[in-house]
């Protein structure tokens, strides 16, 4: 009986040691052919891989978001939150509300459901944990890109929600739970990733048609009026910054624009972007930092793509998100 004993403890051990080297060897290698022996009859009988996509990073620094690099975010830990059946979480939103600070973010789910990614949401807790809340809007289509913001003291969300072929404005009745389709604000092409900045009594609309993967301009007399297509647009059609990485946002009076950077496929960096000139009629802006931040090892091996951040008394809290594709761990079916 003791020999037994011994020998479980032994075999446990050794599955908790080999579980502990792939998730460190995940950081920089995908784990393929392990991964390949898994799928053998015998073996798929008892384990499976347990594969993870996106994730989010949380931090504050006292840094400028011009000053950041890969170094201030490959020792910080993913958010582990326990969602039934999602794969990925991603294209992190903060937001402050009532002191309570939030995180709005697309929540994908394993691909066998068929089921289209919604929107999730987090807060921080007064223990200065992230606790997942649970999801705020489920469509039949296809929701990422949480943009939320408040205007005349009420607090609107766009997603991005490509499929359905609009760019919907969606209104908190109570937030951060129960929300209502406010107004449709663009119709009949499939645009991703939208987002704006109120300027000199207008409203700037960025967004990317991806007919054309070009990332067109927009501008309209409030929030709920149509779109103006800018006499520039499309400002971009190059692949290193035609998509939006998060919120226009603007610091010492100055315009930014973050953009994904797919030069090395999808999600491989984000670069960023001033905003020179802007108005009904023209457009400019310059590149400040390329790459600001690129896909590196660890949480973003395999991609990063979106950055929000949120002021907090003297420093700014940071998200991103990053993709690590590896099989890294084996679980007992």
């Known amino acids: 009986m003791v020999k037994l004993l011994v020998l479980l403890l032994f075999i446990y051990l050794s599955f908790v040691a080999f579980n502990f080297w792939l998730e460190k060897r995940a950081r920089k290698k995908s784990n393929k052919f392990l991964k390949k022996i898994l799928k053998l009859p015998l073996i798929s ?12 990073i949380v931090f504050e620094t006292d840094k400028k978001i011009q000053e950041l690099s890969n170094d201030d975010i490959l020792n910080t830990k993913p958010l582990n939150f326990r969602i039934n059946e999602a794969t990925s979480i991603a294209d992190p939103f903060l937001f402050e509300k009532n002191d309570i600070q939030y995180l709005f973010f697309e929540v994908e789910y394993q691909k ?4 289209k990614a919604d929107i ?23 929701q990422s890109f949480p943009l939320i913001f408040e205007h005349e003291d009420e607090v609107y969300m766009i997603p991005e929600s490509f499929e359905s072929k609009k760019v919907i ?3 908190a009745l109570q937030f951060p739970n129960t929300w209502e389709l406010e107004y449709e604000l663009l119709t009949g092409e499939s645009y991703v990733d939208t987002t704006f900045i109120k300027h000199k009594g207008l409203f700037f ?12 301009l927009f501008y309209s007399e409030s929030l709920t009026t149509p779109w ?10 190059e692949v290193s910054n035609n998509r939006n990485a998060g919120n226009i946002f603007l610091e010492n009076d100055k315009m930014f624009r ?4 797919g030069r090395e496929g999808y999600g491989s960096g984000i670069v960023l972007l001033q905003i020179e000139e802007l108005d009904t009629e023209n457009y400019k802006e310059v590149i400040v930092k390329d790459p600001l931040l690129y896909k590196d090892e660890g949480f973003c091996k395999d991609g990063l793509h979106h950055l929000s951040f949120l002021q907090k008394q003297d420093k700014n809290m940071i998200a991103i998100d990053g993709a690590n594709f590896s099989f890294r761990k084996i679980r007992i079916k």
């Open 45 to 56: 009988s008892f384990f499976r891989a347990e594969e993870k996509g996106w994730s989010i």
């Open 112 to 115: 066998h459901l068929n089921k």
């Open 120 to 142: 999730g949401h987090a807060a921080l807790s007064r223990s200065g944990n992230w606790e997942y809340k649970g999801l705020v809007l489920e469509e039949p289509f296809h």
């Open 169 to 171: 404005l969606y209104k």
């Open 205 to 216: 609309w960025f967004t990317t048609n991806l007919k054309n993967d070009e990332l067109e």
């Open 228 to 237: 103006k297509k800018h006499p520039k647009s499309p400002i971009s059609m």
């Open 258 to 261: 973050l953009a994904q950077d």
